[in-house]
């Protein structure tokens, strides 16, 4: 059974910082482009960055380009995101996602992913 599991949201001030991981099993990790999407409420889920199977290629949405850091470890079956000076309209429910669809780069196109994570929440607030 393939599993999704992120952790590491929590409540914090504007301008704080989190890191969210996600970590796979049940498939071949390095066989999978990775994405990070978030939903906010009331509105409609977003995509935030992806990784591509080796790593190298990691393009962003516009509104966290610079302040969030996508990254992989492909030894430990694992994705991550590093975000920095968090602001209230990045709070939502982070969720990762795995597609084979994707072979040498990665995108985020959510019809593409085969596997979702529950996620994890993420809360901005003073």
């Known amino acids: 059974e393939v599993q999704l599991v992120e952790s590491g949201g929590d409540l914090v001030q504007p301008g704080g910082s989190l890191r969210l991981s996600c970590l796979t099993s049940?498939?071949?990790?390095?066989?999978?482009?990775m994405a990070w999407f978030r939903q906010a409420p009331g509105r409609e889920r977003e995509g935030v960055s992806c990784?591509?199977?080796?790593?190298?290629?990691?393009p962003y949405e516009a509104l966290v380009q610079g302040r969030f850091t996508i990254s992989r470890d492909n030894a430990k079956n694992t994705l991550y995101l590093e975000m920095n000076n968090l602001q209230p309209e990045d709070t939502a429910t982070y969720y990762c996602?795995?597609?084979?669809?994707?072979?040498?780069?990665?995108?985020?196109?959510?019809?593409?992913?085969?596997?979702w994570g529950k996620g994890t929440l993420v809360t901005i607030s003073s």
């Open positions: 049940g498939l071949n990790f390095s066989d999978y482009a």
């Open positions: 990784v591509s199977r080796n790593g190298l290629s990691t």
């Open positions: 996602a795995a597609s084979r669809f994707y072979r040498f780069s990665c995108g985020l196109r959510d019809d593409r992913m085969d596997y």
